[in-house]
Nanobody
Framework: QVQLVESGGGSVQTGGSLRLSCAAS????????MGWFRQAPGKEREGVAA???????SEADSVKGRFTISKDNAKNTLYLQMSSLKPEDTAMYYC???????????WGQGTQVTVSS
């Protein structure tokens, strides 16, 4: 059974930092692209960052320079380091995995990030 379990969300003030984690099965972690998505109330889900099995990363323009996606191979864990947070970053953040950066088959349950001004 594929499981993606996110953690690390919370409430911070503008300019603060948070690190999200996503624990995955070794099979998923080693063979599939993984990404972070977010969805704010009343808005469509958007891709935030992605990393493929070779470690090549990409970030959305809205977070470039502030968010960093990374993997810890020893822990089969995906991270999203978020800094210089803004109120518009407030959303439910989801971890996902799939065969390509544009196709995701498995999703975590989400972790809430709230940034107050």
């Amino acid at each position: 059974q594929v499981q993606l379990v996110e953690s690390g969300g919370g409430s911070v003030q503008t300019g603060g930092s948070l690190r999200l984690s996503c624990a995955a099965s070794e099979y998923i972690y080693s063979n599939y692209c993984m990404g972070w998505f977010r969805q704010a109330p009343g808005k469509e889900r958007e891709g935030v960052a992605a990393i493929d099995s070779d470690g090549v990363t990409s970030e959305a323009d809205s977070v470039k320079g502030r968010f960093t996606i990374s993997k810890d191979n020893a822990k089969n864990t995906l991270y999203l380091q978020m800094s210089s947070l803004k109120p518009e970053d407030t959303a439910m953040y989801y971890c996902a995995a799939g065969p390509t950066r544009s196709t995701y088959w498995w999703w975590g349950q989400g972790t809430q990030v709230t940034v107050s001004s």
